[in-house]
């Protein structure tokens, strides 16, 4: 018989987990994916958009399944970011999208490279943006363009398939996997045996949310591996065995949360397996009632790494992983492989900086051409909108540092132009309620010139909305786009400003000081001041992230 306590206890909620038999849609997006799968918008796409047009296009697909192929609208042009919240998603619909490819690995060679040169300039309007993922994001595109880009992108074994959606999307890897001296192993193997197996496999094609990868044996730890889904970090038992460190449930956006290293011993062998297992109990267990809350982070942090490991194990591997030890501490200095620095074999590697990753179809082929004459027929993409040319001479080295250096293409840059990071902005992205790429180049320009003489570690991620896609809690100073009011009282573009994010030895979240916005046109003149003042206060080896936390607030105004 029921107590009065009883009858009136609130049943909880379900979260639409899979495993536990909640298989009913709970909200538009599920309903959408489970009409019908994202990989099957191809040969829509093929069949009927690209011949039809935009305007044939399903209001479904176009908002969702297309993603499942790297397709996003562009922002309709003109359309300012205090509308961003307001408009409905047909209201700021371009008819022309932005179209990522996915680069795993980061891994190019120059045919690939020419390829994504020439399709930039015939479709793209010459646009080329590297991304913080390792990706090649072109704009402009239209519909009745993408199959002939299919095929040309495919033809020399790139793709965009999974590039954005609920899905497996880009496995970021070190540039320098295979010819570093100090890496611990090269995980460019795992990375090929991961994508070949789960990416386009319908069986995971529809996850609660989008799932971000890395694989890597980078002692520099140069794929952020703290912030990721899941992450396979090098690392060697006493014995001399190499393999990886597991981390699960990283990731930024409006609730960060640093993954969770689960304690295991993982064989290069294991990974795709491993890999299987992680993404499999996100597709079952992962919570898909409310978007904000599905990805795998939250449902890490309600179980607690135990609970991951025991149903990893028991589950889905049927087995159970050896302990292993945690990755040692990161090598010093920057993560971002830019400069000159020998490989292995012998030869260098030479590592440049654009600005903030804004490229186009010439520099592309630029860059192409620079290598191959210079004996090399490898490039690479970083996490941190940077490129690598692979295999060059030692007697070659100075002749294309030289041509880089002329072409704007910096292997020497100023601590500004190298560790400047920025979203898409409102140029493109519907998101989005300010600009970035430009008011980031400016911001560089800027304190090039009035603080010449510095040469600290320090990042500045520009962000042009709340979601995060450039970083911002876990850089020195980062940028999140928002409306503020100026002096004259007018309403403008602006940010709210972190300050001392870090990852690494003593990965920390952002510090928020109460009330520290700026408008984009004083941005330079606050990184200036805060700047200064880290320079006059700090102590011997002293980072910005560690001064900040304990700077008095009104040195970081």
């Known amino acids: 018989m ?38 099957n918008v191809r040969q829509r796409i093929i069949d009927i958009y690209a011949k039809q047009g935009f305007d044939s296009i399903d209001p479904a697909d176009l908002r969702g399944r297309m993603r499942w192929y790297g397709l996003y609208t562009q922002r309709k042009p003109g359309i300012d970011g205090g509308k961003t919240a307001i408009l409905e998603p047909e209201e700021l619909d371009d008819s022309y999208f932005m179209l990522r490819v996915r680069i795993d690995g980061g891994q190019l060679d120059l045919r690939q490279l020419r390829v994504l040169a020439d399709l930039a300039n015939e479709y793209g309007r010459g646009t080329a943006d590297l991304t913080d993922r390792q990706n090649v994001q072109f704009h402009w595109i239209e519909i ?92 060697e038992l006493p014995s001399g065995e190499k393999g990886f460190d597991l981390w699960v449930g990283g990731g930024l956006s409006t609730n960060p949360m640093f993954g969770k290293r689960l304690g295991v011993f993982v064989r290069p062998d294991q990974v795709a397996d491993v890999y299987g297992g992680v993404i499999g109990i996100f597709r079952d267990y992962g919570y898909r009632r409310l978007r904000h809350r599905a990805r795998i982070k939250f ?30 501490l990161p090598r010093g200095g920057r993560r971002d492989h830019v400069g000159v620095f020998p490989q292995k074999d012998g030869n260098f590697y030479v590592g440049f900086a654009p600005r903030v990753g804004r ?59 190298r560790q400047t990071m920025a979203c898409t902005g409102i140029e493109f992205c519907k998101l989005a309620i300010v600009e970035t790429k430009a008011t980031a180049v400016e911001l560089i320009d800027k304190l090039e010139a009035r603080l010449p003489d510095f040469s600290e570690p320090l990042t500045i991620n520009v962000n042009g909305c709340p979601n995060s896609c450039a970083r911002i809690q876990t850089a020195d100073i980062g940028l999140k786009g928002q409306l503020v009011v100026n002096d004259q009282g007018e309403q403008v573009e602006g940010f709210q400003i972190h300050l001392g994010g870090s990852l690494g030895v003593n ?28 320079e006059e206060q700090k102590k011997d080896g002293e980072t910005f992230a560690g001064w900040v936390q304990r700077a008095d607030e009104a040195d970081l105004r």
């Open 359 to 417: 490229l186009d179809g010439d520099k592309l082929h630029l860059i192409a051409d620079l290598a191959e004459r210079h004996g090399s027929a490898r490039v690479r993409t970083t996490v941190e909108q940077k490129m690598v040319i692979l295999d060059v001479a030692p007697d070659r080295v100075d002749s294309l540092v030289a041509e880089l250096e002329a072409n704007d293409l910096r292997v020497n840059p100023s601590t500004f132009r």
């Open 144 to 235: 009745e363009a993408v199959p002939d880009i299919w095929r040309r992108l495919e033809e020399v074994g790139l793709s965009t398939t999974e590039a954005c959606g609920d899905t497996p999307r880009v496995i970021m890897g070190c540039p320098l996997a295979g010819i570093d001296a100090e890496e611990v192993l090269d995980g460019s193997p795992q990375i090929h045996e991961v994508h070949q197996e789960y990416i386009g496999n319908p069986a995971y094609s529809n996850l609660p949310r989008k799932f971000k990868s890395a694989i890597s044996g980078c002692t520099a730890h140069c794929t952020v591996h703290e912030i990721n889904d899941v992450a396979f970090v090098g690392v």
């Open 507 to 534: 990965a920390n979240f952002g510090r928020k000081v109460r009330g520290l916005k700026t408008t984009a046109e004083a941005l330079p003149d606050y990184v200036e001041r805060v700047v200064t003042h880290y």
């Open 2 to 39: 029921s107590t009065p306590a009883s009858r009136h206890h609130k049943r909880p909620r379900g979260e639409g987990q899979w495993a536990l038999g909640y298989r009913e849609p709970l909200n538009k997006n599920e309903e959408n994916k489970k009409n019908d799968d994202g990989l």
């Open 299 to 328: 449902l890490v942090s309600d179980w607690g790494v135990d609970k991951f490991r025991e149903v990893l194990e028991l589950e889905y591997l049927k087995e159970p992983l050896p302990d292993g030890p945690a990755p040692e």
